[in-house]
């Protein structure tokens, strides 16, 4: 089973931030929180990811709460190819095998014109 | 940049046939993923593979099985297709070790069995 919960779709204007929360109420101290999103007809693509600090790189930032209960992938500066399922997922940092992850629903992001 | 590269874009067969699917990867991954995903139903984890000649089973391997005998290659072999496993399948490498471990996908193959 998902160990988060995202809404199952979002609008956004173009140019405009996109915020996505994910909830993971359950996540260990050991567990990472990753974003990948996929776009239609392609496979996932990985994001970001981060444990407990908030991160940025070149396509968004992730906000992590203090509690780590949840978290806000932001695309601060949607385009209209950023429309596309984002997942949120926690995976194990210390798996050596395997590490294997669990894709939920998503949310289907929908960036307008 | 990491190259995940699948044999076929689309595939059509018929049922009883073997159907085999390849995956390369050209980063020296450990560990390699296959998918499948359908509508409703999300991503969801066939087998994996974290060494050469090494295989783990997913959530839902029935039907399927699995070849790792370099470590750039990881096939998916359906034994006797059926038409439930029409479906996209799709393949990941990740490298092992602690910390961020990303996978990375390729473009999929879209099976048909008709």
């Known amino acids: 089973d998902a160990k988060t919960t995202q809404p199952p779709s979002m609008d956004c204007a173009e140019g405009r931030a996109a915020n996505l929360p994910c909830n993971h109420s359950t996540i260990s101290g050991n567990e990472y929180v990753y974003w990948y999103r996929q776009i239609h007809s392609q496979g996932p693509q990985y994001i970001i990811h981060g444990l407990k600090n908030n991160e940025t790189n070149e396509m968004a930032s992730l906000i992590i709460t203090e509690d780590r209960k949840s978290s806000t992938l932001i695309l601060p500066h949607a385009t209209l190819r950023d429309t596309a399922v984002y997942y949120c997922?926690?995976?194990?940092?210390?798996?050596?095998?395997?590490?294997?992850?669990?894709f939920g629903q998503g949310t289907e992001l929908s960036v307008k014109p | 940049d990491v190259k995940v590269t699948q044999s076929s874009r689309y595939l059509v067969k018929r049922t009883g046939e073997k159907v085999f699917l390849e995956c390369v990867q050209d980063?020296?991954?450990?560990?390699m993923f296959w998918y499948r995903q359908d509508p409703g139903l999300g991503l969801r984890l066939i087998y994996f593979?974290?060494?050469?000649?090494?295989?783990e089973k997913g959530d839902i391997p029935e039907g399927y099985s699995v070849s790792r005998e370099k470590k750039e290659r990881f096939s998916l072999i359906l034994e006797s297709a059926s038409t439930n496993q029409t479906s996209m399948y799709l393949c990941?490498?990740?490298?092992?070790?602690?910390?961020?471990?990303?996978?990375?996908f390729g473009p999929g193959t879209r099976l048909t069995v008709l």
């Open positions: 997922i926690v995976q194990d940092r210390f798996y050596n095998q395997g590490g294997k992850l669990i």
């Open positions: 980063m020296d991954h450990e560990n």
């Open positions: 593979s974290y060494d050469v000649k090494m295989k």
């Open positions: 990941a490498s990740a490298s092992s070790g602690q910390g961020s471990n990303e996978q990375f």
